[in-house]
């Protein structure tokens, strides 16, 4: 349904997004996860067609942002990471303008706006002035106007940020309820979004796409890559040298604090092979146990591997 292919950006010498490639298909619920800066904003603005591109296309349905911008403008509902709300309007005549916006004849208009408001649970407060909802119902408006036009994709940019955990729950409760009637890309800088919500991950730092995995992926590499910490009393120096070449299954060694870290495979076996090894290389160990990495410090891990390096 969306196709990004080398998509660069640069704000004048500072580039924000380079060579971006991703696909989407129909139905999915895809996060773009990353921190903040990472590019998330500019890559949606893309998309959807609010900004063109320093190099690269997107294609929506097939067609390309920039050469059927309308075309793509039907199918797409977009939340911006500013809401495009006016204050000075009642909810539900906003949602019948943007209704109108798209092109729909007055009393589809409204009947579209009276469906956007149950589907987002705004109708006891359709009458209300948008600048006096709270911040959580100012964001469902957004919500609303994003879909007003009951488009096949939405782009949701940050849907959540800004709102108290309550609002946060709710929100998340909402795309939920969004699954399956639309394809959806939401970004956010935070994890639990994106665990609650979407099927698969895309993971940007620093303006490239770092990783790509379903969560059940994610899981996997976290199964994968654990952690053994040792306390020995000595020989950690030599240990450091010789465990990853002696032990199958140790990716890496280095010392933190009073222990040693080992990066492991995970398996089991691994494990009991550090704790022998330790044990006939005499170097009085005290201490021993596995850790998992949880998505948290993977997410960390990736997106911070630039520095690592
Ligand atoms: N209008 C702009 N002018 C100059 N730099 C910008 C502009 N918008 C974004 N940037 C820069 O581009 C990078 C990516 O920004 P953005 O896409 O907003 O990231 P995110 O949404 O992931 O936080 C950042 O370094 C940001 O400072
Ligand atoms: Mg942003």
Known sequence: MIEVRGLTKS??????IQDINFTVKKGEVVGFL???????STTMKIITGYMAPSNGTVLVDGYDVFESPLEVKKRIGYLPETPPVYMDMIVKDYLTFVAKLHGKPSVEAKSLSDLA????????????????LSKGYRQRVGLAQALVSDPEVLI??????GLDP????????????????????????ILPE?????????????????AEDSLEGLGKRLSASGQVLLKIRRGAEELISSMVRDVPGVLS??????YLEASVDHSEDTI????????KKNAGLLELKSVDLDLEQIFIRLTSAEKNH
């Open 253 to 258: 060694v280095r010392k933190n604090g009073s």
């Open 166 to 189: 309550k609002q946060v729950h709710e929100m998340r409760e909402l795309i939920q309820k969004l699954k399956g009637q639309h394809t959806i890309v939401l970004s956010t800088h």
């Open 156 to 161: 949701l940019d940050e849907p959540t940020v």
């Open 117 to 132: 408001m149950e589907k987002t649970s705004l109708t006891e407060v359709s009458r209300r002035l948008i600048g006096n």
């Open 194 to 210: 994106v665990q609650a919500t979407c099927d698969r991950l895309i993971i940007i730092s620093r303006g490239k796409i770092v």
């Open 34 to 40: 990353g921190p903040n800066g990472a590019g998330k």
């Open 11 to 16: 704000y004048g010498e500072r580039l924000a």
């Open 272 to 279: 009991e092979a550090i704790a022998n090894y330790t044990i």
